[in-house]
């Protein structure tokens, strides 16, 4: 059973980094499209991230120049890279297929980014 398991987020200051950490199943990522997804308090889910089968990879505009998205194919993991982190980045990050839910229904149970002084 295909599963996503978030891990990495924290308490950061503004200005500050962290890196996230995604692992799934080690076909997901020679099959489908993955993307960063987050969802702040009472917003909607939005897609942060993506990067494609081939590697190539493309960002939301609030978040260009500042996060980074890879993969480690070999550990069927892949990262989110946070970079000059602003309090508006504060939210649930989560890892999925791009579109979500191509794989599985079920999300992971996401990892917590708070950026606050």
């Known amino acids: 059973q295909v599963q996503f398991v978030e891990s990495g987020g924290g308490l950061v200051q503004p200005g500050g980094s962290l890196t996230l950490s995604c692992a799934t199943h080690?076909?997901?990522?020679?099959?489908?499209?993955v993307g960063w997804y987050r969802q702040a308090p009472g917003k909607q889910r939005e897609r942060v991230a993506r990067?494609?089968?081939?590697?190539?990879?493309d960002y939301t505009d609030s978040v260009k120049g500042r996060f980074t998205i890879s993969r480690d194919n070999a550990k069927s993991v892949m990262y989110l890279h946070l970079a000059s982190l602003k309090p508006e980045d504060t939210a649930v990050y989560y890892c999925?297929?791009?579109?979500?839910?191509?794989?599985?229904?079920?999300w992971g149970q996401g990892t917590q980014v708070t950026v606050s002084s």
């Open positions: 999925n297929t791009d579109p979500p839910e191509a794989v599985t229904p079920r």
């Open positions: 080690g076909s997901i990522f020679r099959l489908y499209s």
């Open positions: 990067m494609n089968i081939g590697g190539s990879s």
